[in-house]
């Protein structure tokens, strides 16, 4: 079974910075991601970084742990699947911040994963039911950054 790929995007009215600083502070995760019911560091770690692992568990019981390849600030991070579910064979995944105007971002969720046999069978459920999950990530975010932070501090 060939990697699936699925990208959605969101436009914001909020700097990349301040979107990134947002998305990345696991302190406050829990606040807009409604899909997760755990986000934590592992290892002792305070902030998340290259090298970094996390140990996020969605509200409907998958756990994955994650190690991030990749932390750009502002413009994205990057995670790979360490430990997980055993229907993924691989998944990785990014998330990227554009400037499109000033203190407007475009926000995009990018996830590759490969399914493991039997599970493979059933990829195209699975993908419009995680596309469906990214899409509602996006518009809590969106709808939690607009209603609840002062925007001529950012």
């Known amino acids: 079974m060939p ?19 947002y998305t990345q502070d696991y302190a406050g995760r829990l606040k807009w991601d409604t899909f997760l019911k755990k986000a934590e560091l592992l290892d002792g770690a305070i902030e998340a970084g290259v090298g970094v692992r996390a140990d996020c568990v969605a509200k409907n019981g998958f756990g994955m742990i994650t ?41 995009s969720f990018i996830y590759s994963y490969e399914l493991r046999w039997p599970f493979s069978m059933f990829h195209g459920m699975f ?9 509602q990530r996006l518009v809590d975010l969106k709808r939690n950054i607009e209603a609840n932070i002062d925007h001529s501090n950012n």
Request: charged share 30%.
């Open 3 to 21: 990697h699936i790929r699925i990208t959605e995007k969101i436009i914001v009215r909020c700097t990349p910075e301040f979107v990134f600083d």
């Open 67 to 107: 190690e991030y390849v990749s932390f750009n600030r502002p413009d994205g991070t990057a995670v790979k699947m360490t430990k997980g579910p055993i229907i993924f064979r691989s998944f990785a995944g990014s998330w990227k911040f554009t400037e499109l105007d000033a203190g407007l971002t475009e926000v």
């Open 127 to 135: 993908k419009n039911k995680l596309r469906s999950e990214v899409r």
